[in-house]
């Protein structure tokens, strides 16, 4: 075998994003797209050679191409070893796992999440560190500084390993190991959670539908739910990952999930159901005839936690992205314990998991986890809540009711304004950020403006500084509109508003979600000047 030096030159807009670097799989397919962005990872390292990676990816569309090729650059980057999952793939919570059980030095993450998948849809790939959560600032951005300055990539010119069989291979000096992707996993989750109550509830009858989208999620789900667990066979729909998620958008929101939505509608729908989107880090709950919003589930988790064996001690804290909504801030109070707001992205979250400060975390775009990995995890979550209805004996919607009677409910949305102009995007935020100084003190509608502000953040563990993590303005009574540009798509911009009311009263929690946001809606578009600027009369999705 030999190591090659390929001259290259640097790509322009390699930038990663809160989530890795994404861009339409067309552009990681051009030549030297790939390995211009690996090997600047490989070069923002320090200290890995010998050392083992773990590598994998959600089975889309390139997945099975590209471990091939980081196989052979990590080879000629002079790592040891390589732990990658059979047939190219990884859920992103359990490569989380895997790097913190065998101590790797990181991972490569291959995934554009919740993005569509095929031949035409998105790709993307992240470096995760030795924690086993997503590079922080410092390191993606020492990462896209080297994108800027690159001459030349290493790769061997070894043949391609086979990734269907578990077995050792040799590339260079570097032993690739293909392990079973779940297994580390599942063993974990057992350590977490009541397998035993949980069996005892499927064998009493109860029933679940779990939507994997064709996508990671369902060989986990299969292995756990189905085989673990004892679910019927059929519990998990759509459970074979396939390369263009079988058409699925895998973003498990009630658009997106439509069929599982309508499933669970009726009395003769399922007990439970739920799904996780692309790469598994994220999920959606559904009781019958009853959805269970992102914040509220984060929330009822914590208020929870403690019938899981694996909380059983209590929560050291709650930490939350500060879009969303503060429903967990009012459990945090409850509990005595403090909630950390955070800017939007996981990586922020791993400080406070390390540092022991938090245990449980989550974001409003249906992502929760804890202090068990360093990412969000989609199954994690689903399992939690099944615990909880095997412990309690109560449905679904019936928790969610007694937590809002004992917490209040926050009426929240989220309406996405999808592939808008990136110029008049950033025009629409720079017009935002003029207003603020004058904001506060204002009456808008119905609304008195407590504070108006630019989020920046303060990281309590090593002190770094996140500036313009999006415009929030506040109300006196606890409302709040949230404005911030998405770093997740790959076409245009996507601007997020995100809309809170609290209600205390519990005889005014069966408003629909949308007519009791109705006034922070008009609000919000008329502050923004929404529809001028974006051109667009309504949201593109509203979850």
Not at 149 to 160: C, K, L, Q
């Amino acid at each position: 075998m030999t190591i090659r030096n390929i001259a290259t030159q640097p790509i322009p807009g390699q930038k990663p994003g809160t989530s890795g670097l994404r861009k339409k799989v067309t552009a990681f397919m051009q030549p030297g797209y790939l390995e211009n962005f690996v090997q600047s990872i490989f070069d923002s390292l320090e200290g890995s050679a010998g050392q083992t990676l773990v590598l994998g990816g959600d089975g889309r569309f390139y997945n099975r191409a590209a471990v091939q090729t980081i196989l052979k650059m990590a080879a000629a980057n002079g790592f040891g070893k390589v732990l990658v999952g059979r047939g190219g793939l990884f859920s992103t919570p359990a490569i989380s796992c895997v790097i913190r059980k065998t101590g790797a030095f990181g991972g490569i993450v291959l995934s554009a999440s919740h993005n569509p998948g095929g031949a035409d849809g998105d790709f993307g790939i992240k470096y995760n560190i030795a924690n086993g959560g997503p590079a922080p600032e410092k390191v993606t951005d020492a990462i896209y500084t080297r994108t800027g300055t690159i001459t030349a990539y290493r790769i061997s010119d070894a043949p391609d390993v086979d990734l269907d069989a578990p077995g050792t291979h040799t590339i260079e000096n570097m032993t690739v190991e293909v392990v079973d992707p779940v297994a580390d996993y599942a063993e974990l989750m057992q350590r977490l959670f009541d397998f035993d109550a949980i069996r005892a509830l499927f064998a009493r009858g109860f029933t679940m539908r779990f939507d994997a989208m064709s996508a990671i999620g369902g060989p986990y789900a299969k292995a756990i739910i189905e085989g673990m667990l004892g679910a019927p066979a059929g519990t998990v729909v759509n459970g074979e990952p396939l390369e263009d998620f079988g058409g699925h958008h895998p973003d498990p929101n009630p658009v997106n999930a439509a069929d599982l939505i309508g499933c669970m509608s009726g009395a003769a729908a399922p007990d439970f159901g739920a799904a996780s989107d692309g790469d598994a880090d994220r999920n959606m709950i559904v009781g019958r005839d009853f959805c269970v919003a992102p914040s509220d589930s984060l929330a009822v988790l914590a208020a929870n936690a403690t019938l899981a064996p694996g909380y059983r001690d209590g929560l050291a804290g709650i930490a939350r992205s500060m879009p969303t909504s503060t429903a967990a801030d009012r459990v945090a109070a409850g509990l005595g314990i403090r909630c950390y707001e955070t800017p939007t992205g996981w990586k922020f979250f791993g400080n406070l998991l390390d540092a022991g400060m938090a245990t449980l975390c989550g974001e409003e775009s249906y992502g929760t986890g804890s202090n068990h990995i360093r990412e969000k995890d989609g199954l994690w979550a689903v399992l939690f809540w099944l615990n909880i209805l095997a412990a309690t004996g109560k449905p679904v919607e019936a928790i969610v009711r007694e937590h809002w009677a004992r917490f209040g409910r926050n009426y929240y949305s989220r309406h996405d304004y999808e592939a808008i102009d990136s110029a008049a995007a950033d025009a629409l935020v720079t017009h935002l950020r003029a207003q603020l100084p004058s904001l506060p003190g204002q009456r808008l509608d119905d609304y008195m403006v407590e504070t108006a502000d630019d989020f920046s953040y303060t990281d309590p563990v090593d002190g770094s500084e996140s500036q313009k993590q999006g415009v929030r303005i506040v109300f006196a009574e606890g409302s709040r509109i949230v404005f911030r540009l998405s770093g997740t798509g790959t076409e245009g911009a996507t601007l997020r508003v995100y809309l809170e009311r609290y209600e205390a009263d519990s005889s005014k929690h069966d408003i629909s979600t949308q007519t009791a946001l109705a006034g922070l809606i008009a609000v919000a578009g008329r502050v923004a000047d929404i529809a001028v600027r974006t051109g667009r009369n309504a949201p593109t999705v509203v979850t």
